[in-house]
C-alpha cells in the first residue's frame, strides 16, 4: 500500500494543482463556451433556456457564417503562404551573413513588437488612396490599375490586409528558422557541393529537411494566431469592403458585442474552432508526410 | 548568557508593547477629537450609514466616515468632462471618491457587460441611447426610480420630456440623458465665397453647389459614409430625415414596421449616390477622423458637422460657418438626434452613492452645462449658461427643433441598423440597384424587427 502510494498516487496529488489551474484556466471558459452555444443566452436573457442545436441551425442557414468562414480561410492561407515565403527567404539572407545583417537582425524585432493595432493604422495611411505613400509608390510602378481605391476594391483591401499582417509576422518565421538553420553543419553543406551536389540539391535535401520541424511548429502557431486576428481588420476596413475582410474574429466581436447575441457568438466561436483543429490536423498530417518523404530522399 | 538576553527581550516586548498601547490610545484619542470637530456638518450624510454601530461609551459620537470608492465607465472623450465634475462632487462629499474607467467609444458596451456578467458591475456608466433598451432587460442597469421619489426630483420640469422618455421602460426612469446631439451643415467659407456660392437650404441645391465646388482636387462634400454602422441612419440619415423618412417606425399596435420600400427610401438612396460624384473616392472607406480632417484641411465645401467637432477640429485651417440642413422636396429642415444617457449599474455596491452623484449631475442646470460639453445638453435651462450661451450654439438649438431619433430603439437595434446598412452599401458600391436594394431591405429588416 506504502508502495503504491509513493508510486501512484502521490505524484498524480503533486500534479493536482497543476491541473486544477489548467482546468479552471485553459477549460472552463471552453466549455461554458460550448454550453452557451446551446442556450439563447444573451444581454436580454441571461436565465437562459436549452434551445439545442437551434444557433448552429439558424448560423448554417443564414449564410453569414458561411461567407465569414470564406472570407477567413482567403485571409489565413494568403498569409501563411506570403508568411513562409517571406520568413524562409529572410533566415537565409540573414545566414548569408551580407552586410549590415546584423542590424538588420534587430530592425525585424520593430514589426514583431508593435501593437497590432498600431500596425493597422501605419498601413491603413501608407495605402490611403493619393495621400498614402505605399499607394503612390505602388501607382507610379503601374502596379494599381487605373484611379481605385484599394480599400474600395475587395481584391485590394483583402492584399491590403493580408500584407499588413504579413510584414508584422513574418519576423517571427525568419527568426525562428534562422536560429534552426544556424545549426546546420556547414561541413555536411561543404561535403555535399564537393560531391556535385547544386546549390538548390543543398536547399531541398539538406537545409529544408534541417529546419522543417522548426518550420512546421512555428508556422502552426501563425496559422492560428493568423486565423484568431482581430485588431489589423478592424483598423483597416473594419470588415468592409461588402464584408470582404469581415474574418471569423471581426464578425464574433459583432454578434457579441454589438449585437449582444452571446449564444449566437458561442456558436460560431465553437464552429470555427473546429474548423481550425481540421485545418490544422490536416497540415500537419501531410506536412509530417512530406518531412518523412523529404528525409528519406536526403 | 542566552537566558539574559531573552530575559531582556521578554522584558523589552511586554515595554514595547505597553508603549504602542499607549500610543493607540492616544492616536484614537486625538483622532476623535477631531472627528468630532469636523463631523458636525454631516456632509457625506447618506454614505456613512454603513459606518456601523460601535456604541462605545467613551469616544464621542464622531460619525465615522468611511471612503466609498466608485467606479464609473465612460468612453475616452467623455472622461476630461467627468473629471472636472467629479473634482468638484469630492471636495464637497469627502466619503466619496469616483475612479474613472475610460474606453474608446467602440468599447464601451464589450466593457460594461463583462463588468456586469462578471458580478462586478460599474457603480455608474454612461449608456449610449441605442443601447438602453438592452441594457434595461439585460439587467446591467437599474431603475432608478425610488432614489428619483425618495429626493423628490422633478426631472420633468429639468430635462427635456421627449428625451427623459428614452430612459424609462414600463413607467420606472432608468437613465438621465446627460447629452444629446444634433448635425448641422458647415460650410467651407473660403470655397464658397471663391466660387461666389451660398449655403443651400434644399438638397438639390447641395448636389449642384457641391459640382461647382468640385474642381482643382478639391470637392464639395465630405464625410466617412461607411465606416460605422449607424453613418447612413445618423450622419447621412439627416439627409433622410429632412425628408421626412425613417427606416422603420413604430405602429399603432406598437409594432415596428420598416418602411424602406418607398419613394422616400428610393430617393434617398439615389440622393447618396449623387452626393459620391461630389465627393472624395476614399469616401466609401474613409475613417470618421479621416473625412474630419479632410474638411479641416480646406479640401472640401461641406462637412456634417455635431456639436462635438468643436473639441476635435479646434486647430482647422478651414474657416467655417454652419447651416441647417438642407430641406428635402417637402421644403423643411431635419437632422438626425442621439446622445448618452447615466444609469447605476444593477449589483451596484454603492448605489446609494452613486445616486448622490447621478443627483449632483443631473439637477444643476450650470452642472448639466458642463457635462453636456460633448454634445448639446438636455436640460433646457443649462443653455443660459457657458459654453452654451455662446452664439456658436445658436444653430444646434434651431435645428434641435426639427431633429429626431433615426428611429426608435428596439432591443436588437444594432442587428436591425446592420442590416439596413448592408443594403444601404451595396447600393453604394453599385453591387445592386435602388430598387432591388429596398425591396430586400424590407423583408430582411422587417425579419428582425419581428423578432424584437
Known amino acids: 500500500m506504502n508502495v503504491k502510494f509513493k508510486r501512484m498516487i502521490a505524484p498524480s496529488l503533486f500534479l493536482l494543482p497543476g491541473m486544477l489551474i489548467i482546468a479552471v484556466v485553459i477549460f472552463y471558459p471552453f466549455v461554458r463556451n460550448l454550453m452557451y452555444s446551446f442556450t439563447d443566452f444573451s444581454i436580454l436573457r441571461r436565465d437562459a433556456g436549452y434551445v439545442g442545436f437551434e444557433n448552429y441551425a439558424d448560423i448554417l442557414?443564414?449564410?453569414?457564417?458561411?461567407?465569414?468562414?470564406?472570407?477567413?480561410?482567403?485571409?489565413?492561407?494568403?498569409n501563411m503562404f506570403l508568411l513562409i515565403l517571406f520568413g524562409v527567404t529572410m533566415a537565409f539572407l540573414l545566414r548569408a551573413k551580407l552586410f549590415g545583417s546584423s542590424i538588420l537582425y534587430f530592425l525585424l524585432l520593430i514589426p514583431w513588437i508593435m501593437p497590432e493595432v498600431v500596425t493597422g493604422y501605419t498601413w491603413k495611411f501608407l495605402l490611403n488612396y493619393q495621400s498614402g505613400v505605399y499607394y503612390n509608390l505602388l501607382k507610379t510602378f503601374g502596379l494599381i490599375p487605373g484611379d481605385i481605391d484599394i480599400f474600395a476594391s475587395k481584391t485590394g483591401a483583402m492584399l491590403a490586409v493580408v500584407f499588413a499582417n504579413v510584414w508584422r509576422s513574418f519576423p517571427i518565421i525568419a527568426l525562428t528558422t534562422y536560429a534552426k538553420l544556424k545549426t546546420l553543419s556547414a561541413d555536411l553543406v561543404e561535403s555535399a557541393m564537393i560531391d556535385g551536389a547544386r546549390r538548390w540539391h543543398v536547399f531541398f535535401y539538406l537545409e529544408l529537411p534541417h529546419i522543417a520541424s522548426t518550420l512546421l511548429s512555428v508556422s502552426f502557431l501563425c496559422f492560428v494566431w493568423t486565423y484568431n486576428a482581430f485588431g489589423i481588420i478592424y483598423v483597416m476596413t473594419g470588415g468592409g469592403p461588402l464584408k470582404t475582410t469581415e474574418i471569423l474574429a471581426v464578425l464574433l466581436q459583432k454578434i457579441a458585442f454589438d449585437q449582444f447575441n452571446f449564444s449566437k457568438a458561442s456558436a460560431m466561436s465553437v464552429l470555427a474552432i473546429l474548423v481550425l483543429v481540421c485545418i490544422v490536423a490536416t497540415i500537419y498530417l501531410l506536412l509530417k508526410q512530406a518531412a518523412k518523404r523529404g528525409m528519406r530522399n536526403a | 548568557m542566552d537566558k539574559s538576553i531573552n530575559k531582556v527581550m521578554g522584558k523589552m516586548d511586554v515595554r514595547k508593547r505597553f508603549r504602542l498601547m499607549l500610543l493607540a490610545l492616544a492616536a484614537v484619542l486625538v483622532i476623535g477629537g477631531c472627528g468630532g470637530g469636523?463631523?458636525?456638518g454631516g456632509t457625506t450624510a447618506g454614505n456613512s450609514g454603513t459606518s456601523g454601530t460601535s456604541g462605545g461609551d467613551s469616544t464621542p459620537s464622531a460619525p465615522k466616515t468611511e471612503t466609498v470608492t466608485l467606479k464609473m465607465l465612460t468612453q475616452e472623450a467623455a472622461a476630461p468632462v467627468f473629471e472636472e465634475v467629479f473634482a468638484e462632487f469630492m471636495?464637497?462629499?469627502?466619503?466619496?471618491?469616483?475612479?474613472?474607467?475610460?474606453?474608446?467609444?467602440?468599447?464601451?458596451?464589450?466593457?460594461?457587460?463583462?463588468?456586469?456578467?462578471?458580478?462586478?458591475?460599474?457603480?455608474?456608466?454612461?449608456?449610449?441611447?441605442?443601447?438602453?433598451?438592452?441594457?434595461?432587460?439585460?439587467?446591467?442597469?437599474?431603475p432608478i426610480q425610488s432614489y428619483v421619489e425618495r429626493d423628490a426630483v422633478n426631472y420633468e420640469s429639468l430635462i427635456f420630456p421627449a428625451l427623459l422618455e428614452a430612459g424609462k421602460y414600463q413607467n420606472e426612469l432608468y437613465t438621465i440623458p446627460y447629452n444629446t446631439d444634433t448635425r448641422v451643415l458647415a460650410i467651407n467659407k473660403a470655397m464658397f465665397a471663391e466660387a461666389g456660392l451660398s449655403a443651400p437650404k434644399t438638397q438639390e441645391e447641395m448636389l449642384e453647389v457641391g459640382k461647382a465646388l468640385t474642381k482643382d482636387g478639391k470637392y464639395g462634400f465630405v464625410n466617412a459614409m461607411l465606416r460605422h454602422i449607424y453613418m447612413p441612419v445618423y450622419e447621412q440619415g439627416v439627409f433622410l430625415a429632412a425628408r421626412g423618412g425613417h427606416f422603420y417606425e413604430?405602429?399603432?399596435?406598437?409594432?415596428?414596421?420598416a418602411t424602406i420600400d418607398n419613394d422616400i427610401m428610393k430617393e434617398y438612396f439615389q440622393f447618396n449616390l449623387d452626393l459620391l460624384d461630389i465627393m472624395p473616392k476614399e469616401s466609401l472607406t474613409m475613417t470618421e477622423d479621416e473625412g474630419r480632417q479632410?474638411?479641416?484641411?480646406?479640401?472640401?465645401?461641406?462637412?456634417?458637422?455635431?456639436?462635438?467637432?468643436?473639441?476635435?477640429?479646434?486647430?482647422?485651417?478651414?474657416?467655417?460657418?454652419?447651416?441647417?440642413?438642407?430641406?428635402?422636396?417637402?421644403?423643411?429642415?431635419?437632422?438626425?438626434?442621439?446622445?448618452?444617457?447615466?444609469?447605476?449599474?444593477k449589483g451596484s455596491k454603492h448605489a446609494d452613492q452613486a445616486w448622490e452623484v447621478l443627483k449632483f449631475m443631473t439637477t444643476d442646470p450650470?452642472?448639466?452645462?458642463?457635462?453636456?460639453?460633448?454634445?448639446?445638453?438636455?436640460?433646457?435651462?443649462?443653455?443660459?449658461?457657458?459654453?452654451?450661451?455662446?452664439?456658436?450654439?445658436?444653430?444646434f438649438k434651431e435645428q434641435l427643433k426639427t431633429s429626431s431619433l433615426p428611429a426608435p430603439p428596439v432591443e436588437n437595434y444594432s442587428e436591425v441598423v446592420d442590416k439596413f446598412n448592408e443594403y444601404y452599401e451595396k447600393v453604394l458600391f453599385k453591387n445592386m440597384s435602388v430598387e432591388e436594394a429596398v425591396k430586400q431591405a424590407q423583408v430582411e429588416v422587417q425579419k428582425l424587427l419581428d423578432r424584437s
Open chain 1, 61 to 78: 442557414a443564414e449564410g453569414v457564417f458561411a461567407n465569414s468562414l470564406k472570407a477567413t480561410l482567403v485571409w489565413s492561407f494568403a
Open chain 2, 91 to 142: 471636495a464637497q462629499h469627502e466619503g466619496i471618491k469616483i475612479e474613472i474607467d475610460s474606453v474608446p467609444f467602440d468599447q464601451l458596451n464589450t466593457r460594461a457587460i463583462s463588468a456586469s456578467m462578471a458580478g462586478n458591475p460599474y457603480d455608474l456608466m454612461e449608456v449610449n441611447h441605442v443601447d438602453t433598451l438592452a441594457y434595461i432587460k439585460g439587467g446591467v442597469i437599474q
Open chain 2, 366 to 395: 450650470e452642472m448639466m452645462a458642463k457635462i453636456g460639453k460633448l454634445g448639446l445638453p438636455t436640460a433646457p435651462e443649462a443653455y443660459n449658461y457657458a459654453p452654451f450661451n455662446e452664439d456658436k450654439y445658436a444653430i
Open chain 2, 294 to 345: 479632410m474638411f479641416a484641411s480646406g479640401s472640401a465645401g461641406m462637412y456634417i458637422f455635431g456639436p462635438w467637432e468643436y473639441t476635435l477640429i479646434q486647430d482647422a485651417a478651414v474657416d467655417y460657418e454652419l447651416a441647417l440642413i438642407p430641406a428635402g422636396p417637402a421644403g423643411s429642415s431635419g437632422s438626425t438626434s442621439g446622445g448618452y444617457q447615466l444609469a447605476i449599474g
Open chain 2, 38 to 40: 469636523n463631523g458636525g
Open chain 2, 250 to 257: 413604430i405602429d399603432a399596435n406598437g409594432k415596428a414596421v
